[in-house]
């Protein structure tokens, strides 16, 4: 579903993202974990063309999204993104946030995305909340609208960037729970996180990284149990 080939980014001078090379499998969940600064959101911004590689190839569901004349919209629909900051729109409703993009930039007829969209909504538990406004909601809620929205693209790739980490733990679980139950239906999910015990219940595979680079992949069991490298186990020493 998504293949990286010797990709590389920059920002002036600074190498941000060195050789990557990454396959993401149809239905695969694959957790990125990393310290601060490792380029766990550049890399997923370079699925969806948020950021364009200046090296190297991305290529999903078969398209090559970083040949120079990929439709960056056809992109953005087949990939949506779901980030720390909920981003969601303050002056619609909730319903309104879901079917804003779906007929705007899909064509989906109003009534359609209305339906589809309170299904979405009744999926992550908030379908009484369709006409209250975001400012309304609490930040565990709010990140659920923008999952359910985010769903209401009818995406093939689901990328979460830090989805639990602007939020007070209490409202971390019930936005982890929404996005288990994802998982369970075959949806193809990257997601960067510091929440182990999701990353332990859901990842197919895990990556670590560091410096720009993929220093260490395996199971979730491979991390836990048994990491290869010092720069891991630090790492995890500090987080789990
Ligand atoms: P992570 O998500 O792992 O914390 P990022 O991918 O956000 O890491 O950032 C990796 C490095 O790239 C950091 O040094 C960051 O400051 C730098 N960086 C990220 N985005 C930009 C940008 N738009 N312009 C310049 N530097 C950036
Ligand atoms: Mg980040």
Not at 168 to 188: H, K, R, S, Y
Not at 190 to 203: C, I, K, L, S
Request: proline content about 5%; charged content about 25%.
């Amino acid at each position: 579903m998504i293949q990286m080939h010797g990709v590389q980014k920059q920002f002036g001078q600074l190498q941000v993202l060195k050789d990557i090379n990454l396959t993401v499998k149809s239905g695969e969940k694959l957790v990125v974990i990393g310290p601060s600064g490792s380029g766990k959101s550049t890399l997923i911004r370079c699925m969806n063309l948020l950021e364009q590689p200046t090296e190297g190839k991305v290529i999903v569901d078969g398209v090559e999204i970083t040949a120079p004349r990929a439709r960056v919209n056809k992109v953005r629909e087949a990939v949506a993104m779901v980030f720390q900051q909920f981003n969601l729109y303050p002056h619609k409703t909730v319903l309104e946030n879901l079917t804003l993009a779906p007929t705007l930039i899909k064509g989906v007829g109003k009534k359609a995305a209305i339906e589809s969209g309170m299904s979405f909504l009744e999926r992550v538990g908030l379908k009484e909340k369709a006409d209250a406004y975001p400012s309304q909601l609490s930040g565990g809620q709010q990140q659920r609208v923008a999952i359910a929205r985010a769903l209401n693209m009818r995406p093939k790739i689901m990328l979460f960037d830090e989805p639990t980490s602007a939020l007070d733990p209490e409202m971390i679980q019930e936005v982890l729970d929404v996005m288990a139950g994802l998982a369970n239906e075959g949806i193809t999910m990257v997601v960067v996180t510091h929440e182990m015990g999701f990353a332990r219940q859901v990842a197919d595979r895990v990556i670590f990284m560091d410096g720009g680079r993929i220093l260490e992949e395996g199971t979730p069991k491979h991390f836990f149990v048994n990491p290869e490298h010092d720069r891991t186990k630090l790492f995890l020493s500090k987080i789990v």
